[in-house]
């Protein structure tokens, strides 16, 4: 991938006439009455407000058509949480095809992994929601440091109805009385093999556990369990699979490494978005909000996101909202490059200030796109990278050998992680906000520098 993010905007945006709104007054409106009001009730007038109510309804005095787009904006893109909603939900087809076939076909137990904003969780509930579909019993568990098997596998034995037991049927009165598989599990512990049998009694239907955020487990012995579990299910071809997911690479390895699973599991990185699936979700956001992405704004986010879904969905919510604040309804580049300017102040409030300190003090030395190249090869490949992905992002441009030799100062500044256990050299960036935060500087400063050069050509 070049780094020529600017070139997006040598195509001309077609001219926006602005669109007036219909209520939102400007702040100074508020003052021009030929009396001022000066009571508190006038005083507490002028205090911004918001414009919908908690049940979606719009103020009719206060909102406008633009409120309406700004609510349908902030279901069409959803930066801080999973898409659960299909419509929304773009791209991953194939993935979701091979994780579909391993569960149905070959009864395989599924470990998801890929770096933290990739997708996992949105993923897991459109897979979740297939299994639906297809009268699976599916069972979301999110873990966290204090997951314990117990607690966790309780949970899902009640989502499962008494009628699916093989000693019970539809019509026993336990069954009747709304009982589920938890009400057989011993009230004090039970072991994997204890609810691997339970389970096995299972008839009439499948389930799926999902667990998410498993690398946020740290107790050895419930991964212990898991693995335990997951060896019990399958030399017993019970109807329940399991599907772990999680941030790092040694969740697969985790489970990989005992040789007595090795087979019943399939590990799938999940990958970054092709170029046409990001496009694709820029255009589903697009229909649901009513919004119209100028092309070349796409063909920025596209650019500036670099596969990351997280990314693309922070910056096309932030342009439609500057699209909206200009009282527009077609986003162009230059909301697009407002919105960059938002994402690096948002960031920022993520980073540690050290680090902050750290990149701007070596900005100032003129090492800007020296970092910027190092953030790309860092998005590019998903996280951890190499040397040859800074060749990747450099392309032809000299600046690559500079990049690769930044390198080792950033290890040294601990900006970046030496991968400890590799033999080829990778790296993290230890805040793994930076790269975004980086790379959107790099491309705001492209997006100004491309300005000048168009304002000076006339
Ligand atoms: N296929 C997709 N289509 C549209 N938006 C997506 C898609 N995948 C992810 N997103 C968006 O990207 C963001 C991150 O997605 P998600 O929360 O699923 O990632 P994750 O890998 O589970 O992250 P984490 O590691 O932090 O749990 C979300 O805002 C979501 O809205
Ligand atoms: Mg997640």
Not at 225 to 238: H, T
Request: contains cysteine; positive net charge.
């Amino acid at each position: 991938m070049a780094l020529k993010i600017g070139s997006v905007f040598r195509r001309k945006a077609p001219k926006q006439k602005a669109e007036r709104p219909t209520i939102a007054a400007p702040l100074s409106d508020l003052f021009a009455h030929d009396a001022p009001d000066a009571s508190p009730r006038a005083a507490a007038n002028l205090l911004p407000r918001f414009k919908a109510s908690a049940g979606d309804q719009i103020d009719r005095q206060r909102g406008d058509r633009f409120t309406s787009m700004r609510l349908k904006l902030r279901a069409a893109f959803t930066p801080s949480q999973p898409v659960v909603d299909r419509r929304m939900f773009a791209g991953r087809s194939g993935v979701l095809a091979a994780m579909i076939s391993s569960l149905e076909d070959q009864r395989l137990h599924l470990v998801i992994y890929g770096s933290r904003g990739i997708g996992k969780t949105s993923l897991l509930h459109m897979l979740s929601q297939a299994a639906k579909d297809a009268r699976y019993i599916v069972h979301y568990s999110s873990c966290g440091a204090a997951s314990n098997f117990q607690e966790t596998f309780r949970a899902a034995a009640a989502e499962i109805p008494l009628l699916f037991h093989n000693g019970y049927g539809p019509t026993a009165e336990e069954a009747e009385s709304g009982a589920n598989f938890a009400d057989l599990l011993p009230k004090a512990s039970f072991s994997p093999r204890q609810f691997g049998e339970l389970c096995a009694r299972l008839t009439g239907t499948r389930m799926i556990i999902v667990l998410d955020e498993f690398d946020r487990s740290v107790s050895m012995e419930f991964r212990r369990e898991i693995a335990e579990l997951i060896k019990i299910l399958s030399d017993r071809s019970v109807r329940v699979q399991l599907i772990i997911a999680g941030v790092a690479g040694d969740i697969a390895e985790l489970v990989e490494h005992i040789p007595s699973i090795r087979r019943n599991i399939l590990a799938v990185r999940i990958p970054l978005l092709t170029e046409d699936e990001t496009r694709e979700l820029v255009k589903t956001g697009e229909r649901a909000s009513g919004l119209v992405f100028d092309p070349a704004a796409i063909d920025f986010i596209v650019r500036t996101s670099s596969g990351w879904p997280y990314i693309a969905s922070l910056i096309s919510h932030h342009s439609g909202l500057a699209a909206i604040e200009a009282s527009r309804s077609t986003v162009l580049p230059s909301d697009v490059s407002k919105a960059l300017h938002g994402a690096v102040l948002e960031l920022a409030g993520r980073i540690p200030k050290a680090a902050q300190t750290q990149v701007e003090t070596l900005r100032e030395k003129g090492m800007t796109k020296l970092l910027t190249l190092l953030a790309g090869a860092s998005l590019h490949a998903g996280g951890e990278f190499d040397l040859s992905d800074i060749d990747a992002v450099a392309g032809k441009s000299a600046d690559g050998a500079g990049a690769k030799r930044l390198v080792a100062q950033l290890a040294n500044d601990r900006i970046l992680l030496r991968r400890p256990d590799d033999s080829a050299e990778s790296y993290v960036f230890l805040e793994d906000g930076l790269p975004a935060y980086l790379w959107f500087q790099g491309a705001q400063d492209d997006f100004q520098a491309t300005r000048k050069v168009r304002v000076s050509n006339g």
